[in-house]
Nanobody, 123 residues
């Protein structure tokens, strides 16, 4: 079992930056690939970024590529998402998840989820 707790969500102006964190506890964090997803009301949860267990591979949705950076600190059991040049369409609840990386990046392939943190980008 892995427990995940997101933090860092806030209200930010368009063009601004925000850093999300996801603290993990329980089974060995470093053995899991990790992901960020986001969701807005009435829409499906969508893939944002993923990082493999050793940080040697990262993946991004086209909508955030070049603006967001996923990283992890296995010594501190923490996952990060640095968000720069933010846009109003980045407004969503952001969730971290643990599970294997697949080419489809589907949310139903995840093993563990956090409860989310809310990000609001004002125009």
């Amino acid at each position: 079992q892995v427990q995940l707790v997101e933090s860092g969500g806030a209200l930010v102006q368009a063009g601004g930056s925000l850093r999300l964190s996801c603290a993990a506890s329980g089974r060995t964090f470093s053995s899991y690939d990790m992901h960020w997803f986001r969701q807005t009301p009435g829409k499906e949860r969508e893939f944002v970024a993923a990082i493999n267990w050793s940080s040697s591979r990262t993946y991004y949705a086209d909508s955030v590529k070049g603006r967001f950076t996923i990283s992890r600190d296995n010594a501190k059991n923490t996952l990060f998402l640095q968000m720069n040049s933010m846009k109003p369409e980045d407004t969503a609840a952001y969730y971290c998840a643990a599970g294997p990386i697949a080419t489809t990046h589907r949310s139903d392939g995840m093993l563990y989820w956090g409860k989310g943190t809310l990000v609001t980008v004002s125009s």
